[in-house]
């Protein structure tokens, strides 16, 4: 069975600094993408970049481009998506998916971690 | 970067009754359209992929239809657990998702 199981909510202060992490399993984790999605507090989805565990090849999002930073460890099959100094503004739910690998494109996210809540305030 | 705009943003409908929604892309995104489900609480699911097929397990109900710019999905007959927000993504250029599309009871 498929399984991406993210890091618990966070509640941090700005300037403050944040890894969360997206554990898969039931898959080979270097064969699939995995993205991830931020959704602000009653608002849509947003792409925020993709990792393909099996080269580490990244992309990102022109919106966080440099916002952000997406990893993986592919030892313990783990995904993961940091800010260095947060802001107020990345207040939201981050969603980790999962992605088939197409030689000629990005993907579309057939498995879902449960979300992390991220709120940052002082 | 390929911005997809869907509509209308509310649809109010009966049990029952047929759902039409739609997602235009800025350009053409061949058939590299996926579309999502989304009610509170939970994690978006993914319902239609490359723009016709369905992903595992999804009712026969869900259909989605278009190439290019235009793209639409169909519930030919709404059950109660499928009022919720739907969203369309393309991924040829890079990723984007529309804004959404909340499917709501009239």
């Known amino acids: 069975e498929v399984q991406l199981v993210q890091s618990g909510a966070e509640m941090k202060k700005p300037g403050e600094s944040l890894k969360i992490s997206c554990k898969a399993s039931g898959y080979s984790f270097t064969s699939y993408w995995i993205g991830w999605v931020r959704q602000m507090p009653g608002k849509g989805l947003e792409w925020m970049g993709i990792i393909y565990p099996g080269d580490s090849d990244t992309r990102y999002s022109p919106s966080f481009l440099g916002q952000v930073i997406i990893s993986a460890d592919k030892s313990i099959s783990t995904a993961y998506l940091q800010w260095s100094s947060l802001k107020a503004s990345d207040t939201g739910m981050y969603y980790c998916?999962?992605?088939?690998?197409?030689?000629?494109?990005?993907?579309?996210?057939?498995?879902w971690g449960q979300g992390t809540p991220v709120t940052v305030s002082s | 970067e390929i911005v997809l705009t869907q509509s209308p943003a509310t649809l109010s409908l009966s049990p029952g009754e047929r759902a039409t929604l739609s997602c235009r892309a800025s350009q053409s995104v061949s058939s590299y359209l996926a579309w999502y489900q989304q009610k509170p609480g939970q994690a978006p699911r993914l319902l239609i992929y490359d723009a016709s097929n369905r992903a595992s397990g999804i009712p026969a109900r869900f259909s989605g239809s278009g190439s290019g710019t235009d793209f639409t999905l169909t519930i030919s007959s709404l059950e109660p657990e499928d009022f919720a927000i739907y969203y369309c993504?393309?991924?040829?250029?890079?990723?984007?998702f529309g804004g959404g599309t909340k499917v709501e009871i009239k």
């Open positions: 998916a999962r992605g088939p690998y197409y030689y000629d494109s990005g993907p579309s996210f057939d498995f």
């Open positions: 993504q393309q991924r040829i250029n890079r990723l984007s």
